[in-house]
């Protein structure tokens, strides 16, 4: 009883933290979408008492992402079924529309809900146009062109309103005046009402389960009896699965490791259910057939999945696109050579990241020395940019769209694609939605804007470990990275793999723990990306027993679910000096 009680004293409080973080932010996108406070506090209301109720799980899938979908889903649903207001109550002065915040309100109050919330999203919480469509549940092309339309409105509202041309509103300039126009309200005293409201429904439900069970109960003993005195006949054997992929799981200092199986039982793993809807085939790399196939000058309009780098010279390296709606093989595309890039230390590497492919899969972006290269494959033309250091070491896209994240080991820059302009960053800057870095022993979870801005830091819990190599990151606030920790008893002697960890809630990672063999290097595990229902997806190295060779493959990595799953095999990397063109040089990313 003690035990369940410290449990529920817990989850409250890791409730009430999350709603005092997130619910000042959707009660004002809530008035912004039904444009009534007391609506909006119902719409917030309604969406804790739901997120309270659920919480075992939606804390597994992203409590912050649950309340602001249900919270759209519930504004946007309660301004649908107000009739817009046919004009000022009689009596009431006629409002100013040469105030700039009386203008927005005006403009707000003509725009359809769907895109007052796509406005609120975007300029508001500075989300981009694909977060905006996974909360608002819509098309991104449909989500763009609300977008689109609102911010005219809103353009064209304080032109008049500022006597200012358009060009002179930036989009800094629109969220300051919507913000400004509809201020964060105070937030009621709402959380300890959900909680409270949601634990009286659970113990409801629990009593009719109860009375229910026990009638089922009954049941099940008369049906025992009565087959007791039937003739046995032949009893079925269950099938006979040789792995469904769970993984066996321990505790380390309050963390849960999940171990990995051995190289050789990867193979036996069940198949990847959503590797045909990302479009990914059974084996990944250039293959060995040569010369590769040249992408076409006029560029190409399938979506990348998938890029290598192969070797076209002694340190020289081309791209080569996996366009699956297009051709099987990978093509080559006939830019000038990437060159490897080093830092200071004299580590050497070929720049490719999680992040090297942009969300819309038509733009790809590579850190050189002194510059990075932006790669259109609509047009096959490539851009370089000039960015006044020489050592840098990664690049890719924010997830805005729009900026370019280049780091090295001394600066952080920011590039926009569009005007070419370079920034230094005075703060650290991320090209993923979060990171995870450690510092001085200790691990922390950062957050990040659209535009690839810290926004929030936080100390992760668990066991002491080294981080390495750039993380992954998803919409609901997970990051994954690659790396080593402290072997103890519970985990087998293991000390590398993979650590997730969702910094909505309580930072308590989870790892999946690589097996400790002679077939097993170091830096084992590589985290590639985030796929459906919170699955990392990593690449696995290994030395095939038999022949010595590297045994390169893709597996899924179920981080809530504790289970893995067979993707694909990865070609091997050429050996070093090939003869043949067009060497696979091992580099390669999702």
Do not use: K
């Not at 059974?282 to 010369?291: E, I, V």
Request: hydrophobic share 45%; glycine share 8%.
């Amino acid at each position: 009883m003690a035990r369940r009680d410290a449990e529920a004293a817990d989850e409250a409080e890791e409730f009430a933290e999350l709603a005092a973080a997130h619910g000042g932010p959707a009660l004002r996108l809530a008035l912004l979408v039904t444009r009534s406070p007391a609506v909006a506090e119902g719409v917030v209301r309604h969406a804790l008492v739901g997120l309270a109720g659920h919480w075992g799980e939606a804390r597994e899938s992203g409590p912050a992402h649950w309340l602001r979908s249900e919270v759209v889903r519930r504004a946007v649903a309660e301004a649908l079924s107000v009739p817009p207001a046919d004009g000022a109550e009689a009596g009431a002065a006629a409002p100013d529309p040469d105030d700039p915040d009386v203008a927005v309100r005006m403009t707000l109050d003509r725009l359809p809900p769907e895109q007052r919330v796509v406005l609120g999203l975007s300029l508001l919480e500075d989300r981009t146009d694909h977060e905006v469509a996974a909360v608002v549940g819509r098309p991104l092309e449909t989500v763009r062109a609300d977008r689109v339309t609102a911010a005219a409105a809103m353009t064209a509202a304080l032109t008049a309103a500022l006597a200012a041309g358009p060009e002179d509103l930036s989009e800094a300039e629109l969220r300051d005046r919507l913000e400004s126009a509809v201020p964060e309200p105070v937030a009621p005293g709402l959380v300890q009402e959900a909680w409270e409201s949601a634990v009286t429904r659970r113990r409801t439900a629990r009593r009719r389960v109860v009375v229910a069970g026990g009638a089922a109960l009954a049941w099940g003993a008369l049906t025992w009896v009565l087959a007791r005195e039937r003739p046995g006949g032949p009893r079925p054997e269950p099938s006979h699965r040789p792995s469904d992929g769970r993984l066996s799981s321990v505790a380390l200092a309050g963390a849960t490791v999940h171990l990995a199986p051995a190289p050789e039982d990867e193979v036996d793993l069940p198949a990847y259910p959503d590797a045909a809807s990302l479009a990914l085939p059974a084996r990944l790399g250039p293959g060995t057939a040569r010369p590769l196939p040249i992408l076409s000058p006029a560029g190409s309009q399938a979506s990348v999945r998938a890029v290598y780098l192969v070797r076209v010279g002694e340190d020289r390296y081309q791209p080569a696109l996996l366009l699956p709606r297009q051709s099987p093989q990978p093509q080559v595309v006939a830019m000038a050579p990437l060159r490897p890039t080093e830092d200071p230390a004299g580590n050497v590497s070929v720049a490719l990241g999680p992040r090297t492919v942009d969300a819309d899969r038509h733009r790809l972006v590579f850190a050189q020395p002194g510059a990075v290269v932006v790669l259109e494959v609509r047009s096959a033309r490539a851009r370089r940019i000039a960015v006044p250091d020489d050592a840098l070491s990664e690049a890719g896209w924010a997830t805005d769209g729009r900026t370019v994240i280049a780091r090295s080991a001394r600066s952080g820059w920011l590039v926009d694609s569009r005007t070419e302009d370079v920034r230094r960053a005075g703060n650290p800057v991320n090209p993923g939605w979060a990171d995870i870095r450690v510092t001085s022993g200790a691990a922390f979870v950062q957050r990040f804007s659209g535009s690839g801005r810290l926004v929030e830091v936080r100390r992760m819990e668990g066991p002491a470990f080294d981080a390495y190599g750039p993380s992954v990151s998803n919409t609901e606030g997970w990051a994954c990275c690659a790396g080593f920790f402290a072997s103890a008893p519970e985990v087998q002697g293991r000390g590398q793999g993979l650590v997730a960890v969702q910094g909505d809630l309580r930072p308590l990672p989870r790892i999946l723990a690589a097996p400790a063999a002679d077939a097993v290097p170091p830096a084992a595990y590589r985290p590639l990306a985030w796929g459906p229902r919170d699955t990392v997806l990593l690449e696995s190295r290994s030395t095939d027993p038999a022949g010595g060779g590297p045994v390169v493959r893709v597996l899924a990595w179920d981080v809530i679910g504790g289970r893995m799953a067979f993707v694909a095999d990865v070609d091997p990397p050429a050996p070093e000096g090939a003869a043949f063109e067009q060497g696979f040089s091992g580099a390669w990313s999702l």
